[in-house]
């Protein structure tokens, strides 16, 4: 090509450079997949619902997503799965190009596309967010604090604030509440206590903790403060402990504050030398919980059954999405316990699988994919991760 003068060749460069930008940026892949589902009682639409969910799901993993799921059977050998596609990226313009019928199967063939800023890893986000709620942490030597007031529910309270700002967890500030070994009416070992406070708060797993040691000895050249706590987490389902951890140092050149500190909203006190530790034992504290916690499984609770609606309390706060698939389960009315008579838990028996078709911020609503399967509420939705 002839270009008359300069400026016009850069003119061109410029729109060309332009045009390819444009269409990087709005590129998509398109992909054709086909999925499938069992007709149950005849149900077609129903099939041909869940064969698209497929055949998206299909497309999604062959642009490197991946999908977590997970399955039990009941006892009248009935297989349960829950599922959800983790991808980054999204599905658009999906066209069902061909659905046919065979042997109670029902088969559809569609075309999507899906836009290249879709990259498939996996993110912190990618689970679900499962609730958890810190209570006022025990304090054995309440002389000890006099120069930190509040830390009672101020380190809790902290640790939640760190909790919600690694995007895995909803926190819920329960430091109304105090488990003490002191109190003769709440024992601090008793499944049941966790049970309450998880059934007034909504959480899933309750956050307690017990200050053990915060004493100064003084010395003629320096001071001497030790620092002593353990956190202890329990599941909201069943009252049980699932983790324990005890955190201790002794801190040189620390003794009581002259003046009361505002503790964690004041920078003054992370920069002394015992908040500094402080903050590092908190942290520390987060890693263990984050550790704990990453092999539970989600679970909510359901709060209303209208026919085959299920409202349970988890939306798009907990990143619950309309098409997850999730598993119900009821809790036996008798605890199980051990040979030497250990308080163990609920037996949980799995009911029916679960399709999301409403997401509230802090509620779903669900459709039981089993025709007759009875749920109640009260009853459990989880899933695996």
Do not use: C
Not at 28 to 39: C, D, F, K, P, Q
């Amino acid at each position: 090509m002839v270009y008359p003068n300069k400026n016009l060749k850069k003119t061109w460069v410029l729109l060309f450079g332009l045009f390819l930008l444009f269409t990087n940026s709005y590129a998509s892949r398109v992909i054709e997949t086909t999925g499938s589902a069992n007709i149950n009682a005849g149900a077609q639409h129903a099939a041909k619902e869940h064969a698209i969910k497929n055949a998206m799901q299909q497309a999604l993993l062959q642009n490197s997503a991946h999908i977590d799921s997970t399955s039990t059977i009941s006892s009248n050998v009935l297989v349960i799965d829950s599922a959800r596609v983790n991808t980054s990226g999204t599905i658009e313009n999906v066209k069902v190009l061909e659905e046919w019928v065979e042997d109670e199967i029902y088969y559809v063939r569609i075309r999507a596309s899906i836009p290249d800023t879709n990259t498939g890893v996996e993110t912190s986000l990618t689970r679900y967010r499962k609730k958890i709620a810190a209570i006022q942490f025990d304090v054995l030597h309440r002389s000890e604090i006099y120069d930190v007031p509040e830390i009672e529910r101020e380190l809790p309270r902290e640790l939640l604030r760190r909790l919600d700002n690694s995007g895995n967890f909803i926190t819920i500030d329960a430091t109304q509440f105090l488990v003490s070994t002191l109190h003769p009416g709440l024992r601090f070992d008793d499944p049941g206590v966790y049970k309450m406070i998880a059934e007034k708060t909504g959480a899933q797993i309750i956050l307690s903790g017990q200050i053990r040691d915060f004493h100064v000895e003084e010395g003629f050249f320096q001071n001497k403060r030790q620092l002593e706590i353990e956190i202890y987490l329990h599941d909201g389902i069943s009252g049980t402990r699932i983790a324990r951890h005890r955190f201790s140092e002794t801190v040189t050149n620390a003794g009581y504050f002259k003046e009361n500190q505002a503790l964690f909203s004041n920078a003054g006190f992370y920069k002394s030398v015992f908040g500094n530790v402080v903050d590092k034992v908190i942290n520390a504290q987060v890693e263990f919980i984050q550790e704990d916690l990453k092999q539970i499984p989600f679970s909510a609770r359901i709060l209303r059954v209208d026919g085959q609606q299920i409202f349970f309390d988890a939306g798009t706060a907990s990143l619950v999405n309309v098409g997850d698939m999730l598993m119900t389960f009821r809790l036996e009315i008798d605890p199980l316990n051990s040979n030497t008579g250990k308080y163990l838990g609920f037996l949980e028996t799995p009911v029916a699988s679960l399709s999301v078709k409403q997401v509230q911020p802090q509620f779903a609503v669900g459709k039981v994919e089993i025709k007759n399967a009875k749920l109640n509420v009260g009853d459990l939705i989880r899933f695996g991760r």
